[in-house]
């Protein structure tokens, strides 16, 4: 069984900085794709970074230069180094990760395009206050 775990969140003024942690129960090594989600209240999940079984990431743009996504696939942990907090970050972060680039025998590219992630964590709350 896939099992996802954040940790790292928390409250933080605007201009801070928060690192979240991944704890997957899986290789990252060999994990096709992974990804940071966030959810704020009342509105739709958005996926904010990406990064492939090769560590190449890709980001959404309104993350792009602040926020850095990695991994450290020795201790299986998935990585999200947010700097340059806004309060338009606020929201529940949760990590995913599918096995297989295909979905209804269609091929995915690991990034912003990438739906329907197999296997979810349970999140951790952000909070930014300006």
């Known amino acids: 069984k896939v099992q996802l775990a954040e940790s790292g969140g928390g409250s933080v003024q605007a201009g801070g900085s928060l690192r979240l942690s991944c704890a997957a129960s899986?290789?990252?090594?060999?994990?096709?794709?992974m990804g940071w989600f966030r959810q704020a209240p009342g509105k739709e999940r958005e996926g904010v970074a990406y990064?492939?079984?090769?560590?190449?990431?890709s980001y959404v743009d309104s993350v792009k230069g602040r926020f850095t996504i990695s991994k450290d696939n020795a201790r299986k942990i998935l990585y999200l180094q947010m700097n340059n907090l806004r309060p338009e970050d606020s929201g529940m972060y949760y990590c995913?990760?599918?096995?297989?680039?295909?979905?209804?025998?269609?091929?995915?590219?690991?990034?912003?395009?990438?739906?329907?992630?197999?296997?979810w964590g349970t999140g951790t709350a952000v909070t930014i206050s300006s």
């Open positions: 995913a990760a599918d096995l297989s680039p295909y979905h209804d025998g269609r091929h995915r590219t690991c990034g912003p395009d990438f739906d329907d992630m197999a296997y």
């Open positions: 899986i290789y990252t090594g060999s994990t096709y794709c």
């Open positions: 990064i492939d079984m090769g560590g190449g990431p």
